[in-house]
């Protein structure tokens, strides 16, 4: 279940990245496609879109009029994707509670990681602070998802 709390760390962060994440697992094989609507991951043209959502969630967190991930909306987006990752990274008899804790470890990641990067938006910038935010996110839900992909191949 610890990957299912960790990929809700993630939607906390980005609230497409463990779908995206997932989506890769899912193509990859790594992650077996047995919850609803997960086979279609593995199509190459699903896979490729949510990584298109994801990349255009990063790209509109760094405009001036992006809304905080903490309104009502960002929050259901995040504790959907969580609910949804989290089950997917859990065995077959722990999915409710693992998609449970995922979509906890989502609301309390928002939270602290909004006051987080307010104090740091402070000193270095809406725009640094992102692009910093997002490689953690994204490569943090890559390795939650898929541990093999770092691994050398040999």
């Known amino acids: 279940m610890i990957r299912s709390f960790l990929i809700g760390l993630v939607a906390g962060q ?19 496609a047995q ?48 609910a949804y990752a989290g089950a997917a990274l859990a065995p077959k008899g722990q999915r409710t509670q693992s998609a449970l804790m995922a979509v906890g470890s989502a609301m309390i990641s928002s939270y602290v990681g909004w006051r987080m990067r307010c104090a740091a938006m402070q000193r270095y910038g809406q725009t640094a602070t992102g692009f910093v935010e997002d490689a953690l996110a994204l490569g943090a839900g890559i390795a939650v998802a898929n541990p093999g992909v770092l691994s050398r191949r040999r």
């Open 35 to 82: 919850l609803p609507l997960q086979s279609l991951l593995q199509s190459p043209a699903i896979a490729l879109g949510t990584a298109a959502l994801a990349a255009a969630e990063m790209a509109g967190d760094k405009m001036k009029t992006a809304p905080d991930r903490i309104v009502p909306v960002g929050l259901a987006v995040r504790a959907i994707t969580a």
């Open 14 to 32: 980005r609230g497409i990245a463990p779908l995206a994440s997932i989506a890769l697992a899912t193509r990859r094989e790594a992650v077996p």
